[in-house]
C-alpha cells in the first residue's frame, strides 16, 4: 500500500545536507536549499525541516506578503512602493510561490513607511505570539493576553515567570538550534517563541 511507495522514493539524507540545509534557511532562497539537500524537492525539503526543527521550517526568519500586510495594515501598493523604494530584493518560495521578506527587510520597509513601534523598549511593531497591535504591550514582548496565556504554560512546566528561572530551564530543557533560538529571545528579555514552549508540553 501507500508504505511500498514511500520506501521505493526514500534516500537517507546525509549529515552534511541536513546540516547545510539548517544552516541554510533563512538566509538562502529554495533553489539552493534544494540543491544543497542532495538535489530533493521543495516538499522534501521543507517536510524535513518541519519535522526536525517545527519552528516554521523553511520560512524560518522570513514573512510573506500577506503576513506583512496583516501586521501592518498596509496594502499590497504601499509595501511594494516601499520595496521599490529601498531597491530590496525579495526572495519566493518558487516561481509562482509566495515572498519571503526577511526581518532585516521588515524593519527597514515599516520604518520608511513611518510605523510607529508597537513596543518601543523592545523595538518591535507587534507582540511576539499574537503579531497583533490591538493589546498593550505588558512584558517580554508579549501583550497582556499572550502574557496571561505565557504565565499559564510556564506554570504548566513548574517553572517561574522570572527570566533567571525561564533561562535555567530552556538550558536544561533544549538543545542544538532550538536552544539557540529560545536564547536569542531570552538574551533580549523576550518571551520565548510558543511553538517551542509547545513542544516541551508534549515531551
Ligand atoms: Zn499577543
Request: hydrophobic letters at 35%.
Amino acid at each position: 500500500m501507500g508504505k511500498k511507495r514511500n520506501k521505493a522514493t526514500k534516500r537517507p539524507w546525509t549529515k552534511k545536507q541536513y546540516y547545510s540545509v539548517l544552516q541554510g534557511v533563512g538566509s538562502n532562497n529554495v533553489k539552493w536549499l534544494c540543491k544543497h539537500a542532495g538535489n530533493r524537492t521543495f516538499s522534501a525539503v521543507s517536510s524535513k525541516l518541519n519535522r526536525h526543527v517545527g519552528l516554521g521550517g523553511i520560512t524560518r526568519g522570513s514573512y510573506t506578503l500577506s503576513y506583512l500586510i496583516r501586521t501592518t495594515g498596509y496594502n499590497f501598493f504601499q509595501l511594494k512602493r516601499a520595496q521599490r523604494a529601498l531597491k530590496q530584493k525579495w526572495k519566493k518560495t518558487s516561481k509562482n510561490g509566495y515572498y519571503l521578506i526577511t526581518e532585516d527587510q521588515f524593519e527597514e520597509i515599516v520604518s520608511w513607511l513611518g510605523l510607529d513601534y508597537w513596543s518601543k523598549s523592545h523595538r518591535l511593531y507587534k507582540c511576539l505570539w499574537c503579531h497583533s497591535r490591538n493589546d498593550h504591550h505588558k512584558v517580554y514582548g508579549l501583550c497582556d493576553e499572550c502574557y496571561k496565556e505565557y504565565g499559564k504554560k510556564l506554570y504548566a512546566l513548574n517553572v517561574n515567570r522570572n527570566l533567571c528561572s525561564i533561562r535555567k530551564f530552556a538550558i536544561d530543557k533544549l538543545e542544538g538550534v532550538v536552544l539557540e533560538k529560545a536564547l536569542k529571545f531570552l538574551d533580549k528579555n523576550r518571551a520565548i517563541p510558543v511553538d517551542i514552549l509547545d513542544v516541551l508540553h508534549v515531551r
